[in-house]
């Protein structure tokens, strides 16, 4: 394959393509399926912990499927702008980690009360379809939310939300819930193996070999199970040769103790996301400051709001601008927006054979424990990293301490709210609803400390300035090697 050494478009950049060049096909394929392979096992995995956590084993086919297939949609969204929606940039939409404590809430709140596999799925979906809307709003209003949602706010609730995972990490390392042989040799054996497997990996410094880290190592660990003998191929689902998406295939409910908390997440993740999106502008040799980053940000946001709706509708969990694809494009110099069309074809061609996902579930639970081990650990750093930007002076070393304390409180101890009353009790046992009521309120009451502080470039709080005062700069600042902090999505 032969690539010419600049685009036009780019000239004097670090970019093969930029973000309107139109790469021939044998390039757009190529670039294309890296941003699949890095972004693939990310897609597919908070499907495989719900549908494992919850016993929901008969769909976990289908619903890898339609994860798979609404990435793809989302992402041709996202890239092909129609009108207001979509930031028009080479950005990849997957399904969302940051909601996985709050959908498991969700999900046993339902199972709980004797709710069977339908009731489980169509409340999941038709909450997070309501609540997608709440991502909507919110991207029209993004630099007016400023002072509620602050960088202490964002940071704790993110730390929250991956430490409250790790309990389902290190369980799935052990063997999973219930499992006979929880806590063998073998299977912490196995864990650890694909733990350092992803360490080893990321010491390269080759690219490829550090973005394919995580799938590489899941591979490894799936065949040293099935030598093992871990692995039960005839215990393989049946499934059809093709998948259809049926919208909201499982029904249609409303609850509204579990939507709360899950509008309390599509309030954060916006924030997130415009950090992927001001990076990827970044990288793409994009304007960072004035109105057509306004524009970008806002428009990119409501995407991300209605394709997580969308997902909904086609039985998928909420969907987040994913952070791994602005690596990819350093890598393979193209940042052209068209390279998105042949992400969007791979990953919706995937989501129609049901057979992908049938193969998924068959992943032992210790090899995925050794992943996800490091992704919500990950997902605990990113929020760290936001804490420490923000400057962790008296007032938001109160603010972290009360919220993280009363989160994780609950999370061990949830007995602590048996005397409540049952609305208030149903809304409050999810860790993440206590940390991040918690902190939005001492955020709002505590009275701001007027110190002099170095604050470190940080993309989410200076996209919130630039919102603010936007400027009428329409040309690319200087990159900053300082990318946003992403989740693990």
């Known amino acids: 394959m032969t690539l010419p050494t600049r685009s036009t478009g780019t000239r004097g950049s670090d970019l093969i393509y930029g973000l309107e060049d139109r790469p021939h096909f044998s390039a757009a394929l190529f670039a294309a399926l890296q941003h699949v392979l890095a972004s693939f096992v990310g897609i597919i995995t908070p499907t495989l912990i719900v549908g494992s956590t919850l016993g929901l084993q008969q769909e976990i086919p289908y619903l890898i499927s339609m994860a798979l297939f609404v990435s793809g949609l989302g992402t041709f969204i996202q890239a092909r702008r129609f009108g207001p929606i979509g930031s028009g940039l080479l950005c990849l939409q997957g399904t969302s980690f940051a909601f996985l404590s709050v959908i498991l809430s969700a999900g046993f709140m339902v199972k709980n009360r004797g709710g069977g596999t339908d009731e489980i799925l169509s409340t999941i979906f038709g909450v997070c379809f309501f609540a997608a809307f709440v991502e909507v709003i919110f991207s029209q209003f993004i630099g007016k939310l400023r002072k509620l949602i602050t960088p202490v706010v964002t940071g704790t609730i993110i730390t929250l939300m991956g430490l409250s995972l790790i309990k389902v990490a290190v369980t ?239 999370a061990a101890v949830p007995e602590v709210l048996r005397e409540l009353p049952e609305a208030l009790h149903n809304i409050f046992e999810s860790p993440i609803t206590v940390g991040a009521f918690c902190a939005i309120l001492l955020n709002l009451f505590l009275p701001e400390e007027h110190l002099e502080e170095e604050q470190a470039f940080d993309p989410e709080a200076s996209m919130l300035q630039v919102l603010q005062n936007p400027s009428d700069d329409e040309h690319p600042g200087a990159p900053n090697e300082r990318l946003a902090p992403g989740l693990p999505r």
């Open 172 to 410: 799935d390392m052990a063997g999973g819930f219930g499992a006979a042989d929880l806590g063998s040799l073998s299977n912490l054996g196995l864990a650890a193996l694909v733990l350092g497997s992803i360490v080893l990996l990321n010491r390269f410094d080759v690219p490829l070999l550090r973005l394919s880290a995580i799938i590489v190592s899941l591979l490894l660990g799936f065949a040293v199970a099935w030598y093992l003998g871990k692995v039960d191929f005839a215990a393989m689902p049946q499934v059809p040769a093709f998948s259809v998406p049926v919208p909201f295939k499982y029904g249609f409910s409303f609850d509204l103790l579990a939507f709360i908390p899950i509008a309390v997440i599509f309030l954060i993740t916006p924030l997130e996301a415009a950090g992927d999106l001001t990076a990827n502008s970044m990288i793409s040799q994009q304007p960072v400051k004035g109105p057509l980053y306004l524009r970008r940000i806002k428009s990119g946001l409501l995407a991300d709001g209605l394709n997580s709706a969308l997902a909904a509708v086609f039985n998928s969990l909420p969907m987040v601008t994913f952070a791994q694809n602005n690596g990819v494009i350093q890598l393979t110099g193209v940042a052209s927006r068209y390279v998105a069309y042949f992400i969007a074809g791979l990953l919706v061609l995937l989501g129609l054979f049901p057979v992908i996902g049938a193969l998924l579930q068959l992943m032992p639970k210790p090899v995925l424990g050794g992943a996800t081990l490091i992704m919500f650990g990950t997902v605990a750093v990113a929020g760290i990293k936001i804490l420490s930007e923000a400057g962790l002076h008296r007032r938001n070393m109160l603010i972290v301490a009360i919220s993280l304390g009363l989160g994780l409180g609950v």
